[in-house]
């Protein structure tokens, strides 16, 4: 009888621990992180985001030489060179809500002490003005967030705060600080996460590649 | 910084011989090789087979395989590649680091990266994974999530922590590879060997990070969007059943180039440089903020850090 029980006892055994083994690794993808469970399902690849990588990363650096190349300013153009509407005569020093243009523009960047002749200079409106009084242009707006803030700016001359592209040891390009910071929204924009890798169990035949071919 | 001032700069892997045993068996096996030859089997495959290991290679020999391998892509994928074999320049030593007051997980450094290296399309691998954690939980790997897919990050009460190959200087995955495919180089770029991997994975399990991958399946990538300027160790195309990792995008790297997930940040998260030169950014951050490295205990003493410019 024993041995009888033990060709019994042992297949069962066998067949439970695997059942139970399956079960743990189904439930355990299942139970981790439940909230996301219909994620990681599909394959994705870079081709799907072209806006994404859109970008070149040596633009205007010539030589491997240890330069530092500052991006232009992301003005628009319509509004570029803000003289062609902007004289003496048009201007206006008082703090009001603005009606007959930049309706778009709104100020929370500590905006009850701010104004925009704070940054933007009244006379010469193609150019922004330090604390001081000194005119800087468009292209040297770090100086201007520099007064406030200092250590920040600290960092981004180290390479610490915001991005630098190109040759880690020749020349760069830094992104300035409006590239990623509104001037007059400066709270970095959430974006959009690209998807999340695939889970392991649909690893499998999946064939993004086809897709994109 | 002394003890990066002290350090013996030489990896413990590249002192030692490698491959040798498997050498002298393939010398002998030469003979009934040549004899399957006239059976059927292509020269390609044969040069592919007898190749020796790359620390062994002759200039000339290298040449004959890096024009192999170009051959190889070129007819495969119908697309003019040139694969590098650019060495380790002297006095440099890679550093990462990673800013997890800015990283929001947006994961735009990972589809660099596929992008960058050829990372196979179909049977999808990511060098790199982004796990969210609750702020108050702090870096804990295991407990992580890589899934998160909400319509905007970064979630409020959630952190950021992006993990890949930590290109440690003691490296648990170099030692426990049996055949010596994997080392570290004097940059200090820890490189995998395709040709000479035979895709055990006992350094898959040797990783604390999970940073290495495996080719289950063939890996292809669309001919359009092949990168063309390969690495030997890098980005060239790999066969099923190797182990891959992140190299520090070492195509870019040692022509002087930033890596691409750095270029990819939207938030300037990433940084890169020389840890060997004082005013590298790198530097910089190792001297200013509070850098620390994954699993420490473990003392992998990786050259990738985490710190918190906040």
Redesign the interface.
């Known amino acids: 009888m024993k041995k009888y029980s033990l060709y019994i006892l042992l297949p069962a055994f066998i067949v439970i621990s695997i059942l139970a083994m399956v079960n743990e690794i189904r439930k355990g993808h299942t139970l981790?992180?439940e909230e996301?469970a219909?994620?990681?399902v599909v394959?994705?690849?870079?081709?799907e985001?072209p806006a994404?990588?859109d970008f070149d990363?040596?633009a205007g650096l010539q030589t491997?030489a240890g330069e530092i190349h500052l991006p232009p300013p992301p003005l628009q153009k319509e509004t570029w060179p803000c003289s062609q509407c902007h004289d003496k005569d048009t201007s206006n020093p008082e703090r009001r809500v603005l009606s007959a243009a930049h309706e778009e523009i709104v100020l929370k960047h500590d905006e009850e002490h701010r104004w925009c002749l704070d940054c933007h200079d009244f006379a010469d409106r193609d150019k922004l003005h330090l604390a001081s009084g000194e005119k800087v242009s468009f292209e040297e707006s770090y100086r201007l967030c520099g007064q406030c803030h200092g250590p920040t700016y600290r960092?981004w001359r180290?390479?610490?705060?915001?991005?630098?592209?190109?040759?880690?040891?020749?020349s760069k390009s830094y992104?300035l600080c409006v590239h990623?910071h509104s001037p007059h929204e400066p709270k970095?924009k959430?974006?959009?996460?690209?998807?999340?890798?695939?889970?392991p169990e649909f690893?499998?035949g999946?064939?993004?590649?086809?897709e994109?071919? | 910084m002394s003890d990066l001032n002290n350090r013996n700069l030489k990896p413990a892997a590249a002192d030692s011989e490698p491959g040798m045993p498997r050498r002298d068996f393939l010398k002998a096996a030469a003979g009934t090789l040549a004899t399957l030859a006239l059976s059927g089997c292509t020269k390609e495959a044969i040069e592919a087979f007898l190749q020796k290991h790359f620390q062994e290679l002759s200039p000339e020999e290298l040449k004959t395989v890096v024009a192999r391998l170009e051959r190889e892509c070129q007819e495969k994928q119908g697309v003019k590649v040139s694969i590098s074999t650019k060495a380790a320049a002297p006095g440099v030593l890679f550093g990462a680091g990673l800013d997890l007051s800015r990283c929001i997980g947006c994961r735009r450094c990972v589809y660099g990266c596929v992008k960058e290296n050829n990372l196979s399309r179909n049977h999808q691998i990511q060098w790199i994974r982004v796990l969210e954690q609750e702020k108050a939980k702090g870096v804990n790997l295991e407990d992580a999530n890589p899934y998160y897919d909400p319509k905007e990050v970064p979630r409020e009460g959630y952190f950021y922590i992006p993990v890949s190959c930590q290109h440690c200087r003691r490296p648990p995955c170099v030692k426990v590879c049996p055949v010596k495919a994997t080392w570290s180089e004097p940059d200090g770029i820890v490189v995998v060997d395709y040709n000479w991997c035979i895709g055990c994975r006992c350094c898959m399990s040797a990783c604390p990070y999970g940073a290495r991958h495996f080719n289950w399946g063939t890996p292809s990538v669309p001919s359009k969007h092949l990168n063309p300027r390969m690495h030997y160790f890098g980005n060239r195309p790999r066969p099923r059943g190797v182990v891959e990792k992140c190299t520090f995008c070492i195509q870019r790297t040692r022509e002087g180039r930033y890596p691409a997930c750095v270029e990819a940040c939207p938030v300037g998260a990433r940084k890169f440089g020389n840890l060997l030169d004082r005013k590298s950014e790198i530097r910089q951050i190792m001297e200013r903020k509070r850098v620390f490295v994954l699993k420490a205990e473990l003392n992998t003493q990786p050259t990738f850090y985490y710190f918190y410019s906040l």
Do not use: M
């Open positions: 981790y992180h996301w219909h994620a990681g394959a994705h690849s870079p081709e985001y994404v990588f990363p040596l491997n960092d180290l390479g610490i705060h915001g991005r630098r592209t190109g040759y880690w040891n020749g992104l990623c970095f959430p974006l959009t996460p690209l998807p999340p890798p695939l889970r690893l499998r999946q064939d993004s590649a086809k994109t071919q």
